[in-house]
């Protein structure tokens, strides 16, 4: 099973501010990496596929980078509609796993 | 526009056994694969089980192949995870989910917005 770390496990950060979230695979996934956006209450919202691909209709100031094991997940300029927590997700191999999930407040 | 509405969910006794449901609409059903996925209340997200888009071949989390079985009816465009020997570690919120992709499985682009399931004396 590949393990899927993901850091910070919270962040804050103010309105305008610039977001890194990382998430780091315990082997090679090449770039079968999705992130996905949850707010309370709701499902999961898939974002970005295959490590930098940004699903249709996602806001630009979410971008996502990275191959092998180690991925970002960047918002450029942090709005108050971004409140959520973000998971990664490999696709790689079966089982699919996730990382710990990372929640991003505003200051 | 695709739709997933999941339902089944309540609470149950520790022992005892349930059907989830998932119904899709908005899309070629037969053409994807399909997922369940679980939040326990609090925690973060847990892969449970896969189905092929003809329900040729079905796969599952470690922790859900001994007391989960997933299958799926073309002809109703529904997906199903059957769940016997409830555990209160059960407990959680169970969405259902559609891959884009035939291969490799795992994209998950369409999410229901889940069902409580509450395993509790």
């Known amino acids: 099973e590949i393990q899927m770390t993901q850091s910070p496990s919270s962040v804050s950060a103010s309105v305008g501010d610039r977001v890194t979230i990382t998430c780091q695979a315990s082997q090679d996934i090449t770039n079968y990496l999705i992130w996905y956006q949850q707010k309370p209450g709701k499902a999961p919202k898939f974002l970005i596929y295959d490590a930098s691909n940004l699903e249709t209709g996602v806001p630009s100031r979410f971008s996502g980078s990275g191959s092998g094991t180690d991925f970002t997940l960047t918002i450029s300029s942090l709005q108050p509609e971004d409140i959520a927590t973000y998971y990664c997700q490999q696709y790689d191999n079966l089982p699919l796993t996730f990382g710990g999930g990372t929640k991003v407040e505003i200051k | 526009q695709v739709q997933l509405v999941e339902s089944g969910g309540g609470v149950f006794q520790p022992g005892g056994s349930l059907r989830l449901s998932c119904a899709a609409s908005?899309?070629?059903?037969?053409?994807?694969?399909m997922h369940w996925v679980r939040q326990a209340p609090g925690k973060g997200l847990e892969w449970v089980a896969f189905?092929?888009?003809?329900?040729?071949?079905?796969y599952y989390a470690d922790s859900a192949k001994a007391r989960f079985s997933i299958s799926r009816d073309n002809s109703k465009n529904t997906v199903s995870l059957q769940i016997y020997g409830l555990r209160p570690e059960d407990t959680a919120v169970y969405y259902c989910a559609k891959d884009r992709l035939a291969a490799p499985p795992g994209l998950l682009d369409s999410w229901g917005p889940g069902t409580l399931l509450t395993v509790s004396s």
């Open positions: 908005g899309f070629i059903f037969s053409n994807y694969g």
């Open positions: 189905i092929r888009y003809d329900g040729s071949n079905s």
